[in-house]
């Protein structure tokens, strides 16, 4: 990251010509990726242009290239699929076909490509500018075009965007898709299990992935699936009898259903399929069980991107008319992707070698995360087997309910349990603790959390500090050896006034760990909490509606209030997820002339073939200018030009089963903290007893940036907010200007933190256990 600030006014696009492309398979997102780039693009100065059809359309050219408006991508950020085409184009494959394509795109202008699609796609790419010279002077001895064209358009830079459900690319966490096809396969999951449990029957799902089974396994991990089988982790002989014997185990525990997920090009070690078909006679002829089969097929690859995908598409669109800017002759092609949370530029062909190599993708870091998470929870040993600690572990909710809890308190009980703890769960948060509500819980009963929503266990904002005395004592009478509070702001409270009375009470000195969990995403130490993305979520999803509901009576601005406290993470991530006009919050001061200055813009905007306008206040933004005074503001200023809505979000954000997204988050921090729980007891237990009074033994497990890190609390304190609950630095401020930007307002975006070309590196392969 540069220490100086850059900003990207600095960076001009005039006099340069884009082309932006889908190509291969389809996924959600990618008009998300399309309408960044284009919006982003025009900003700069820069032309740019649709090419329809992939790589097949920028061969054939005509109608096909196309140049593109501001208009001419609105409405498509909610679309699924791809607006502009794709296909698949042996033509291209060719060298007379790139010739073609060379001299379509030489006819225009045009030399920045951005090419959003799988490895086929990227590679395809890459050769095509590798061959540009080349290319070029054959174009000027078949007399197509003159030397001042071949010279004006000497260079090719390409920059990439991986398009893919499958997450089938390495040097990325996350490819666009991946996530909304999860939210495809959870939903058909979710409605399985009903019906599953009524008849007390197993089913066989066959989801996506004939090389990669990255969606069936974080399925598997999302929905607490039985049985998972991928085609990176060929099962060994005897598989059948092991899964036979897991499923009739858990059928004695009282379970009424079985779930087993089969990614399409799962294989046994001896290089054979294992299909549905063959689980489903295998169930049936060795236990017995009533075995339907469910094929997801193409549904994956359908429906509205979720709001994970059309900020990562947002947020790399914006990322790749960046690189496009910066590219030099000595640049090489580059993906844009993510790694944990941060931006990053990777070149294309050392990306597209590990894959093409077919470096096994476990060593690709996200997968090896989900792969470590799903065995620690997978199979339960008999209590004979496992280690035994004589440690007891307690688990408790605190502060407002947040999807997602359920799946962490899960994961938590098992890890802990496999770990050889006693794991105790608290009902209602410390009210709950110093009033004795403490109870061991076991294995089962933890069975089928990871999909309800709220919290189980009850969750209060009760903080400990009034009730110290009751709270230790109840330590001692059920030998409480460590804790773990999951929750949000009230969370990080409670877990700084145990750490500060540790001094007056002893009991108090043991390992305690939080992981943050609440919808607002306020708590300092973490880019991310559990629950935040379920809100997204049903804030994205009510947008679209509420927009959709605007396309019959033209020339309509709705004013949505959302909650988040004095944070506006909700309203302004969610602003760029829906695609608002404007965003109204706490961290970013407005007055009355600000307002004017968006009314104005609306006005001009209702000129244009767009007339509709989305407009989100976080509920704490103003004390003075409230939704109403804002939409009565908005009435009156346009009155004659649009008429205004308005509509209070309210707890349906707080509601609903939790997203893939938030299972699997909660899923595997849950994991890792007890993980480092159990160390922390192992270090702190010295003649019969826990003693753990140092810093680092109170910490906040949280994302920052590209990694998971335990952080001391009390380090925390100088980082926060107290009064208004938010941290002092909140990373999302960043993506603020996008949604200006993507909204046609003229702003300030500092590039300093964009991404920096980087080599792909890769995790090492692990033996299997």
């Known amino acids: 990251m540069s220490d100086t600030k850059k900003l990207f006014e600095d960076l001009s696009g005039a006099g340069k010509s884009i082309g932006v492309l889908t190509s291969g398979g389809d996924a959600q997102g990618m008009n998300a990726a399309v309408r960044a780039v284009v919006r982003m693009g025009i900003y700069v100065g820069a032309k740019v242009y649709f090419i329809h059809e992939g790589y097949q359309g920028m061969v054939d050219g005509g109608d096909n290239i196309e140049e593109a408006s501001w208009e001419s991508v609105s409405s498509m950020l909610q679309v699924g699929g791809t607006v502009i085409g794709s296909a698949r184009c042996k033509e291209f494959r060719s060298h007379e076909g790139r010739l073609k394509a060379a001299h379509q795109l030489v006819l225009r202008g045009i030399t920045n490509l951005c090419v959003i699609g799988g490895d086929g796609s990227l590679t395809g790419a890459n050769l095509f500018r590798e061959e540009w010279s080349g290319l070029l002077e054959e174009l000027v001895q078949q007399g197509l075009i003159d030397e001042e064209a071949a010279q004006n358009n000497s260079e090719l830079h390409i920059v990439g965007m991986v398009g893919s459900i499958d997450n089938d690319f390495c040097g990325t966490d996350m490819t666009i898709g991946t996530d909304s096809a999860l939210h495809r396969i959870i939903e058909v999951v979710d ?80 290089n054979k399929p294992i299909t549905t078909n063959h689980i489903k006679e295998l169930v049936v002829s060795c236990l017995g069980f009533d075995t339907r089969v469910t094929i997801l097929g193409h549904v994956q690859r359908g429906g509205t991107p979720s709001a994970f995908d059309r900020i ?73 087997e496992l280690p035994n600690s004589s440690f007891n572990v307690a688990v408790l909710n605190v502060g407002a309910p947040a999807a997602g809890m359920n799946a962490a308190v899960r994961s938590a009980v098992r890890v802990g349990i496999k770990e050889g703890h006693k794991m105790f769960a608290v009902n209602d948060g410390f009210e709950g603790f110093y ?13 089928g959390w990871t999909g309800q929503g709220g919290s189980i266990l009850g969750t209060k904002r009760t903080l400990p500090a009034k009730h110290l005395d009751k709270i230790a004592e109840q330590i001692r009478i059920h030998n409480i050896n460590a804790l773990l509070v999951i929750g949000g702001f009230e969370a990080f409270e409670c877990l700084l006034q145990l750490y500060e009375a540790r001094t007056s009470h002893e009991d108090f000195c043991i390992p305690m760990c939080m992981l943050p969990a609440t919808i607002s995403n306020n708590v300092p130490g973490t880019d991310l909490s559990i629950g935040a993305d379920t809100s997204l979520n049903a804030i994205v999803e009510t947008c679209d509606r509420i927009k959709q509901s605007a396309s019959g009576t033209k020339r309509r601005v709705f004013i949505i209030e959302t909650m988040g406290g004095y944070c506006g993470y909700l309203a302004s991530v969610g602003g760029l997820a829906a695609g608002a006009d404007t965003v109204y919050i706490y961290e970013e001061p407005f007055d009355i002339r600000d307002l004017q200055s968006n009314v104005e813009h609306l006005t001009e ?78 270090e702190s237990y010295k003649d019969g007893k826990v003693f753990a009074n140092t810093e680092d033994t109170a910490c906040l497990l949280g994302m920052r940036r590209r990694t998971m890190a335990f952080q001391p609390v009390v380090q925390l304190k100088d980082e926060t907010d107290f009064a208004h609950r938010i941290p002092k630095e909140q990373w999302w401020l960043k993506l603020h200007p996008l949604m200006k930007i993507l909204a046609k307002y003229k702003t300030s975006y500092d590039v300093s933190d964009s991404g920096q070309l980087e080599p792909v590196t890769r995790v090492r392969p692990k033996k299997a256990d």
């Not at 009903?194 to 008849?199: G, K, L, Y």
């Not at 897991?246 to 059928?251: A, D, G, V, W």
């Not at 009033?435 to 069975?447: H, M, P, S, Y």
Request: net charge neutral; charged share 20%.
């Open 191 to 270: 409605a399985i299990m009903t019906t599953a449990q009524s008849h007390q029957r197993t089913f066989v799902l066959e989801v996506m992935g004939r090389h990669c089974g990255y969606l069936a396994l974080v399925s598997a991990l999302a929905c607490g699936a039985d049985w998972v089988l991928i085609p990176e982790m060929p099962p060994e002989d005897g598989w059948e009898e092991h899964m036979c014997q897991k499923l009739s185990e858990n059928r004695a525990d009282k379970k009424r259903l079985n779930i087993i997920i089969v990614a399409e090009g799962a294989i046994d070690c001896h």
């Open 435 to 447: 009033n004795g509500q403490i109870k061991e819980i076991t294995w089962g009963d933890v069975a």
């Open 605 to 682: 905007k209702m000129k244009t073939g767009i007339q509709r306008g989305l407009v989100l206040r976080n509920e704490n933004s103003n004390e003075n200018f409230t939704t109403d005074f804002i939409y009565q503001l908005y009435s009156e200023e346009g009155k004659g030009v649009f008429d205004c809505r308005k509509n209070v979000l309210g707890h349906m954000q707080q509601g609903g089963a939790p997203s893939p997204f938030d299972r699997n988050f909660g899923t595997k921090i849950a994991a890792k903290a007890i993980q480092w729980i159990s160390r922390k007891l192992k």
């Open 312 to 384: 990562l598409a947002s947020r790399m669109g914006v990322e790749a008319v960046l690189a496009l800017l910066e590219a030099s002759d000595s640049t090489p092609a580059c993906v844009v992707s993510l790694c944990g949370n941060q931006a990053v530029r990777l070149p294309l062909m050392e990306c597209v070698q590990m894959v093409s190599a077919y470096v096994s993708l476990i060593f690709c870091r996200s997968f090896e995360n989900n792969l470590n998470t799903y065995k620690l929870l997978s199979y339960h040993k008999a209590d004979s």
